[in-house]
């Protein structure tokens, strides 16, 4: 198995996250939920992060059994959501999700950043 892969593909859901975090740091929810360009920029971050995990499941299996303190589900969940679910989607739990649960999982990113980077 060539694992070397798995660094990259953190760091590409990091960055996405991180993304979708920043833009709406210094705005307010009345303000992102009247702002459809802002709703549609954090909303494509989250799907950049949460597909680059599903991939990073898909092809990395061991790495979510050894990683369980990720929400593997509810990043599939919120991918689904917003890759298919277009006019229906819940901006409020958007909103919840880049406001108050990306902080944490950039935290655990950074946990785990180097993953088998010394021959684990």
Do not use: C
């Not at 995990?53 to 917003?82: S, T």
């Not at 406001?99 to 980077?117: G, Q, T």
């Amino acid at each position: 198995m060539n694992d070397s892969r798995v660094p990259y593909m953190l760091e590409r859901i990091r960055s996405a996250a991180a993304d979708a975090h920043s833009m709406i740091s210094n705005v307010s929810k009345q303000h992102f939920l009247q702002d459809i360009i802002l709703q549609r920029a954090v909303g494509m971050s989250l799907l950049m992060a949460s597909e680059t995990a599903a991939q990073l499941i898909k092809a990395f299996p061991e790495f979510e059994v050894e990683h369980p303190e990720f929400p593997w589900g509810a990043m599939r969940g919120m991918r689904n959501r917003i890759a298919h679910s277009y006019f229906d989607i819940d901006l409020e739990k958007v909103w919840a999700t880049a406001k108050d649960d990306v902080p944490d999982l950039l935290d655990r990113l950074d946990l785990v950043r180097h993953w088998r980077a010394q021959g684990e």
